[in-house]
């Protein structure tokens, strides 16, 4: 029988012990033949576990295709494992390129003749059973296997003359694994069982005094990535656009943009992404030159499955480069750290390789639960302290299994464990009006922060081998997503402050998230919590890129003056503010493709004397509104302040409400969705119908804004159904023009604005409301010391142009038919065609653009606390005066303590020049310091004269 699936015989081995009394291999007894044919061992992590025949691990050669294993497999009769039900849709079998978990075709135990056969293929590495903990037989997610051709022993259990060498002669030192380890010998398993020589190593440790220093490369069954499966297709058409940035709602969302106005990615700082490995020659990414594959021990970080190609994009992928999606740190390197069977030993290898290898920042999207009980956390832990100790940022993701508990290493309290939020900044969970509301971000005591986590664009497989079939994919979602992009965040702050710690990097993004939704999370002081006020349910909050790295540049001035060569008895030493510590300047102007895009389309009727029925002609326009920058909104609290006084305000939206405890929906409409009821009522006599169509988008809240009018759906869509049904225009000249369809549009969103801006005034307050009082409170302080200063707070807006693209011209012939383009009207009749020929003629073509002259100005959430220094009082002069005094009596006593420090420096120089001549006189100072009191007698002896 080959090594690989050689099981020991229980007969054989029936009851062996080890020093303790431990059994690592046993024959249950007494029990029916089905199941005495069932291995049974003891496994570090999981303790007694037990073999499941029903499925078997197949390591692949690397390099075979899928093609190749799916035909393998079904020559075998087999077929990929798959979850026997849907309840835990977050979940998903650990699939790779590298690893398959594969199960016999109609539910039924897998031979062990098969898996000798298919261990004999020259495709497959080597193929291995599954176990579970015996106490948990039917938990899918407590299933594991472990490699057969390696094992691990404690680097402190090989002294005297216990060497590898001796330990057994079926083993042989991996010297290239051991090396990216520590602390760990890895050893390759030749002729035999991993499980009877792994018992046979104890045993004979255990002789020499070493207990339990054997361990295993453990393999979960379920898969460790925080991607939440798609049980569902999208609720809205997919429309293609050449650019992406304007459907990254998550990057827009925290703020990302505009903090690039402080810091953008540089080639200076590596992001490693320990995960499927990274699509290396992606256009879209710039790869660290140096990546690994810790499964291999090879230097070839290539995808082992589609996952980490994803994370890295939304953390580095290019920015300005006019195709894909922006990364949050774009222009940073991605260290590409594959594993391709999620082995623990690979978790602890990969993190050794980016703490060696130069990485600032490690991205871990992925993580299994304690209760899973296989994979040995000790091993991790000892990489993550030693990461920790070398000052990498270590950021994980929570999990999205709904429920108040996060993945390891995310729970570790060396990361920074990042939960998911919606597009309503609430918590993603199950049951929420978002259009993927079968799954829910995990949270609970161990999370910090979380981040937008769902219809996230970013970078692909190339070659259709990835989630879709272009190399981009723009779905991608759970705290998958949400991890790598605070590691782009963390990766900005280390780029402005190179020397920054990991501890201060964790603490400002903390410290710096938005208090998101706080009618539904109560955040308050939590003991273990020191980055302020805290939620189970979010953590500290939202990421908020800008406001992070703000505080980056407000903490690095207050660490010290900042100036070079100060020093002496001079003046008052102040550093020059430094160029990156400014605040945001107003947002450029932005290329084309950096827009929110609108769709809209509309039909015209032609009637033609056949028994076809008639023709209908469609154009599809792109309303693009382009950010110019921001501007200050109406003004809504004006206060004056004395020298030295302060008030706190509490500000609330009054439209963030819920409707009860138990639905918690909020009434509070985007402009999206307002625009959209609009339109689809843009034709009715009835005022009565957008106010009923605003209703329902209210209610459906993200659902509907991914359809009706959302990111990607047109304008006008009915009813968040996803379907897309147009009302015919009454004629072409009134209808198809790009100049009317651009006006109209204009119309809407300047109204749509008006809308929004009126549902959301805001009320500021200078009374404390107790529900409020930890989220909104905001504190305004005088810091002058002569001038009262009058504070306005005003709203924030957006400064929007728009225009309008044609993007397609189309016709049908009856209703119902496929939609063709003019270009092609060969199967028409001879009458038909001429009818279409002149109808272009009318048409605009497609690629037609109009801008229009009139600016669009879009409120939001934000407020804006300045102070209006033109309207400072003047000094009373007897104050004026009083400073004056004080700011020179501090001068003089700097002056005084200046040549007070030069008189002793002079004095302790005359004391030396005495020593060294042989005499000995006593040093008096009195009555010298700057309090005016006596100083003692200092050094030397009474003896001697002045």
């Not at 991993?194 to 979960?220: C, H, K, M, S, Y």
């Amino acid at each position: 029988m080959p090594a690989a699936i050689g099981a020991a015989q229980c007969g054989a081995v029936n009851a062996t012990q080890l020093a303790g009394g431990r059994k690592w291999l046993s024959h249950p007894k007494k029990t029916p033949k089905r199941q005495a044919d069932r291995l049974k061992f003891r496994h570090p992590a999981a303790g007694m576990a037990m073999e499941v025949t029903g499925f078997l691990a197949v390591c692949w050669v690397v390099g075979t295709g899928k093609s190749q294993r799916e035909k393998i497999l079904k020559d075998h009769g087999l077929e990929l494992a798959k979850l026997p039900d849907s309840k835990r849709p977050a979940m998903q079998v650990n699939q790779t390129d590298m690893l398959s978990w594969v199960a016999a075709r109609g539910g039924k135990d897998v031979g062990k003749d098969v898996a000798e056969k298919l261990q004999g293929h020259a495709a497959v590495e080597w193929v291995s059973r599954c176990f579970s903990k015996e106490q948990a037989k039917a938990d899918e997610t407590a299933y594991f296997t472990v490699n057969p051709q390696r094992l691990y022993v404690r680097e402190a259990a090989l002294t005297g003359s216990v060497s590898a060498s001796t330990l057994s002669s079926a083993l042989t030192k991996d010297e290239t694994r051991s090396s990216h380890l520590r602390g760990l010998v890895a050893m390759r398993v030749g002729e035999g069982d991993v499980i009877e020589v792994a018992q046979a190593v104890n045993r004979q440790l255990a002789r020499n005094g070493a207990e339990d220093q054997v361990r295993f490369e453990t393999i979960p069954f379920i898969s460790p990535t925080c991607h939440a499966n798609r049980c569902a297709p999208p609720t809205s058409e997919y429309v293609p656009n050449d650019s992406m940035f304007g459907i990254q709602w998550g990057v827009r969302r925290a703020e990302i943009p505009r903090a690039w106005q402080i810091v953008r990615g540089g080639d200076d700082v590596t992001i490693a992404v320990i995960d499927e490995g990274v699509q290396l020659d992606h256009p879209d990414l710039l790869l660290h030159p140096q990546s690994w594959n810790a499964t291999t021990d090879t230097a070839d970080g290539s995808p082992t499955g589609n996952h980490g190609t994803a994370c890295a994009g939304i953390a580095a992928g290019r920015m300005d480069n006019g195709e894909g999606v922006a990364g949050v740190a774009g222009g940073c390197r991605t260290m590409a750290i594959a594993t391709g069977t999620w082995a623990d030993v690979d978790i602890a290898e990969g993190l050794y390789f980016a703490a060696d290898h130069g990485a600032k920042v490690v991205s871990m999207s992925f993580g299994v639960y304690e209760s899973w009980g296989m994979w040995d956390f000790d091993l991790i832990r000892d990489a993550l302290q030693n990461a920790h100790e070398k000052g990498l940022v270590l950021i994980a993701a929570s999990g999205n299994e709904n429920g108040n508990v996060a993945r390891f290493p995310g729970s570790d309290s060396r990361t920074l464990c990042v939960g998911g939020s919606n597009r309503s900044d609430e918590r993603k969970r199950v049951g929420d009006a978002s259009s993927e509301n079968w799954w829910g971000a995990s949270f609970g005591p161990d999370v910090d922060v979380c981040a937008p986590c769902l219809e996230m664009p970013t970078t692909d497989r190339l070659g259709g081998l990835g989630y879709d079939a272009g190399d981009y994919y723009d779905r991608f979602n759970g705290t998958s997503s949400a991890t790598p992009l605070v590691a782009g965040i963390a990766a900005l702050i280390v780029r402005l402050r190179p020397g920054i710690s990991n501890v201060e990097v964790r603490s400002i993004i903390e410290r710096t998230c938005d208090k998101i939704s706080p009618a539904l999370y109560a955040y308050a002081n939590t003991n273990g919590k020191p980055s302020g006020t805290w939620n189970e349910e979010v953590g500290y909050g939202r990421v908020n890129a800008e406001r992070a790295l703000l505080e980056a540049c407000s903490s690095e001035m207050a660490a010290g003056c900042g100036c070079e060569g100060c020093d002496g008895c001079g003046e008052c030493c102040v550093g020059s503010t430094d160029k990156n510590c400014v605040g945001p300047k107003p947002v450029p102007w932005q290329a084309y493709d950096r827009c929110q895009f609108f769709y809209e389309a509309r039909e015209f009727a032609i009637p033609i004397n056949n028994d076809r029925g008639g023709i209908n002609v469609r154009v599809t326009y792109q309303h693009c509104l382009k950010l110019i920058g921001r501007q200050q909104g109406p003004l809504l609290y004006t206060t004056s302040l004395l020298p030295g006084e302060e008030v706190r305000l509490y500000e609330f939206d009054r439209y963030r409400r819920v409707r009860s405890a138990t639905q918690r929906v909020s009434v509070h409409s985007s402009f999206r969705q307002t625009l959209s009821s609009l339109s689809q009522t843009r034709r009715s006599l009835s005022a009565s119908a957008y106010t009923s169509v605003l209703n329902q988008v209210r209610t459906a809240a993200d659902a509907t804004v991914s359809v009706g009018g959302g990111l990607a759906g047109f304008l006008g869509a009915p009813k968040g159904s996803g379907s897309t049904e147009f009302e015919s225009e009454t004629t072409i000249a009134s209808g198809a023009s790009v100049h009317i369809a651009a006006e109209q549009f204009t119309q809407l969103a300047i109204t749509a604005s008006q809308a929004v801006e009126a549902e959301r005034s805001l009320v500021i307050s200078s009374f404390e409301e107790e529900e409020h009082r930890a989220t909104t409170s905001r504190t305004l302080r005088n810091h002058n010391h002569c001038h009262a200063v009058t504070y306005f707070v005003r709203r924030v807006n957006e400064l929007y142009e728009v225009s309008t693209r044609v993007e397609s011209v189309e016709w049908q012939l009856a209703k119902g038919g496929a939609w063709m383009s003019f270009d092609d009207l060969g199967e028409l009749t001879d009458q038909a065609r001429k009818i279409l020929e002149e109808v272009a003629k009318l048409l605009p073509r497609k690629g037609d653009v109009t801008q229009d002259a009139r600016m669009i100005t879009l409120p939001t959430d934000g407020t804006l606390y300045e102070a209006e220094l033109a309207h400072c009082s003047s000094c009373e002069p007897a104050v004026e005066a009083m400073q004056k005094v004080k700011l020179e009596k501090e001068r003089l006593q700097a002056r005084r303590a200046c040549l007070e420090a030069d008189l002793l420096e002079l004095e302790l120089e005359r004391r030396r020049s005495l020593l060294g001549s042989g005499r000995e006189e006593a040093l008096r100072l009195t009555d010298w310091s700057l309090s005016g009191a006596p100083v003692p007698t200092m050094m030397g002896h009474e003896t001697g004269g002045d």
